[in-house]
């Protein structure tokens, strides 16, 4: 009995001094404790729960030190670009900023759908009210786009309609940020502005999700530079432009120039086999210079840029000329300030660079023109008509989604270069009073119309009323109509909402985002798309599907069947009506159950019945029906 008293004795005495002799997490060294607290494990929460401990950790998890920068990098590595190495900044509140950015972003962008959920598709719709809510946040614009490409690289099957609207902002914010480098790039003196340069302007804004910048264009140009070098080398091994590193050094001698074009043909259209784009010349990719490089084709204007650019970067200076229907560049043969067009050879870069005298730059086109046009002209200019092929081929289209974008966007771009032209800005009033969009925006374009010219008043008046008309018509909406499957009328409709169809005839694939009972579309449309034809003629269901090729279409009943192995649909629009893929049929978003309440529950029991009958555990529809008859009989019990 004493031994073991004795024994407890000295184990407590041991446990008394190991604990006296024992040291704190607190007592280890702001290195060491700032290395444990980066741990990937640890999440913000945590940070914030170690720092509220004591005042030692606290300090350690102070704003500026490394806790709360690997905190930040860790949880946005995209916005480490905008952050110089080893810069000293407050951490912790640029976290506390960009969370709360992150916060109403998604609020704002979630709300978009239940204001401008429309049932028939809006082509070209614009959301400006949301998107002057998102810059009337106040807050880094790098922060907002951090966290819609957030949204928008998410699970690819989630959230669709979250990302079909962040998507659209933003394009919208790139766009505008893209404008006002625009703007700056006007403002630069003539001589300073870059053909290529304005070129990228135009092609980022056409293209504001795609990852085009000017330093990745000018390194692609400046490869090809050297391999034009590598030519030239044999060609003239000790060519002055061998040995230039800057490119606003020209060489004025002609026949060094001479070679310098050569050695520019051979790897061009030789090596690399550059060409004309004459089986698809008015493809709008023949105009944005990432394409150019990456397709290797293009248009006169467009591949002009390419060469007159290269041709500068290895001292040849060359003008671009605004030839009629075939763009060209211009090369002296004469000392410098002669305008006589006769002195010049005429280069064009569509047709393999080949050189051409004035009377032959006239055969390209069959007639002859004036003397003016073999003038050189501005970067602006070039920049005006590269544009107006853009709108040319958006005037061309065929009315869908695609081509009134590219409309609006080479409208926006030519009234950014041109403010005052009259015809385009009545145009981009057109355009938007014909799509039923941003109505406000109309009414500042013809302001300012009939503010330039005032002979404008008979089609001004006439726009300015049915868009005050328009205007009060969204003060006052019409509560949409809601389609309910157990009605009476709606018997004999057999499709619901998020199906995945094919049709039998024309062999596409679509999804279903509504239906009517009947055909609603006018007698001139049935005639022109043969309905009488069909065994049920008008008299049967129609449904509003999303084709896989991005087409919106209205299908009768009868020419639609289940698709034997569904699939996604890649439609632009899916996003506006649909909120998830779920392998076999596509979730209707809040906003299209609100018009069709019945058809979740229709498609899920059909998508049971065609694709789930045969997995083990699975049950028909009708065995489905019955098994809930008898959990509500239970019930009842």
Known sequence: MATSVARAEQLSLNGIIHESQAKKLTDLPTELLEHILCFPVLKHVDVCNVSCCCKRLHDVCHGRGKVWEHQYKIRWPRLQRFYRQNESCDWLREYITRHRVGIQIRRTVESISKRFFTEVPCVGQVLGDSFAEIESLGMPEHFCEDELLFILNSDKRKSLTLKYYAKKILYFLRQQNILRSLKTFLGQPAEQQSALEGAVLVDQYCNPLADVTLESISQQMDDV?????????????????????????????????????????????????????????????????HQVLLRRTGIPISLSVLY????????????????????????????????????????????????????????????????????AISTTEVLLRMVGNLLNIGKRGEGNEKSYQLLRDSLDLYLTINPDNVQYLLLQARLYFHLGIWPEKVLDILQHIQALDPSQHGAVGYLVQHTLEHIQHKKHPITPEVKRRSAPEHLEVQYSVGLIMKHKRSGYNCVIYGWDPKCTMSQEWINTMRVHQLSSGANQPFYNVLVQDGTCRYAAQENLEPHSAPLEIGHPEVGRYFSEFAETHYVANEELQTRYPEDMRETLGTVQELYHRMTPGSVSRNEASASDQMRHQFKSM
């Not at 000329?321 to 043969?333: A, E, I, S, Y």
Request: aromatic residues 12%.
């Open 225 to 289: 530079a050297e391999k034009a070098k590598k030519m030239l080398r044999i060609k003239n091994p000790s060519h002055p432009s061998l040995r230039v590193t800057n490119s606003d050094v020209m060489t004025e001698d002609f026949e060094l120039q001479r070679q310098v074009l050569w050695a520019l043909n051979a790897v061009l259209y030789e090596q690399l086999q550059y060409k004309g784009n004459e089986c698809d010349y008015y493809n709008p990719l023949n105009s944005y210079i």
């Open 308 to 375: 007159m650019t290269l041709a500068r970067k290895l001292g040849v200076q060359l003008e671009p000329v605004n030839f009629p229907n075939h763009f060209l560049l211009r090369w002296c043969q004469r000392p410098r300030g002669s305008e006589d067009i006769y002195d010049f050879v005429y280069i064009d870069a569509f047709g393999k660079g080949k050189q051409l005298t004035a009377k032959e730059c006239e055969y390209l086109i069959g007639h002859q023109v004036t003397a003016d046009y073999y003038s």
